[in-house]
């Protein structure tokens, strides 16, 4: 009953703003909007280069200690692949607002404060690394076997075989998973918003929920919009430069 009263008020106060010649003439959008959607991006863009920059190397020891991996032999294998497997299928497992809520007292140690764009980057840093290490192992896992094969026989080491056969072959579906990576973290800043993040979230809260500006929540939807399709564009592009199959 709630829900369809607030909803009848925007639709209500939109309906009027469209007469009065104010809809999508509001000082919110002209004054803030821009800053919520550079807020947005520096935490889409931090958080996308940590969880490349730390996932990457976890998906890549999740296969090598795998059975059969280029590490499988070593005694320690078995025991890294199942705690690395554990750990990744823990930080998957958490809803993404149940774990900015749980380490904020790590956020707050490490950034010195719990609010802002850059408290924001903790957490969804943390969220996006076994996200993307998922996808890494599955991209990686794609990779022929008798590519890697070839190059043990021509006396390649196991790193020049990871970094320069498997990452290398897998570089187009790498790309692809890094920008499923970035779309998601899009819309988990937008859900940072009302927690103390900055941001298209918080602006769509603050205004475009709480005091009923439907402009406001409008164009912050349009934003995200914008900002997906623009990632989802680029990542296209960039895999099929780099695929040469």
């Known amino acids: 009953m709630l829900n369809g009263l607030t909803t009848t008020s925007v639709l209500l106060q939109a309906i009027a703003a469209s007469q009065d010649g104010t809809w999508l003439n509001n000082p919110v959008i002209t004054e803030f909007f821009w800053t919520a959607m550079l807020e947005t991006i520096l935490m889409t863009v931090w958080s996308t ?22 590490y499988h032999h070593l005694k320690i294998a078995r ?3 199942q705690l690395l497997g554990f750990i990744v299928n823990v930080g998957r497992s958490l809803p993404f607002v149940i774990l900015l809520i749980a380490i904020l007292p790590f956020t707050r140690w490490l950034i010195g404060t719990s609010l802002g764009w850059k408290a924001a980057v903790v957490p969804l840093s943390i969220a996006a690394i076994p ?12 990779v022929g076997f008798g590519k890697i094969e070839a190059a043990k026989m021509a006396g390649a080491t196991s790193s020049q075989i990871m970094w320069g056969i498997q990452v290398r072959e897998a570089l187009p579906a790498l790309i692809q998973s890094i920008t499923v990576t970035t779309i ?5 800043s937008a859900m940072a918003g009302p927690l103390g993040a900055d941001g298209l979230g918080k602006l769509a809260l603050n205004y475009g929920y709480a005091q009923f500006q439907g402009d406001v929540m ?19 592009m960039l895999s099929r430069l780099v695929d040469h199959r």
């Open 49 to 70: 280069f940590f969880a490349v920059l730390l996932g990457l190397p976890l998906g890549l020891i999740l296969v090598a200690t795998a059975p059969g991996g280029l």
């Open 131 to 142: 996200f993307f290490a998922r996808l890494v192992e599955s991209n990686i896992q794609g």
């Open 79 to 81: 025991v890294t692949n």
């Open 218 to 236: 409008l164009v912050t939807v349009v934003g995200v919009l914008v900002l997906v399709m623009i990632v989802q564009a680029t990542g296209d």
């Open 184 to 188: 998601a973290l899009i819309g988990y």
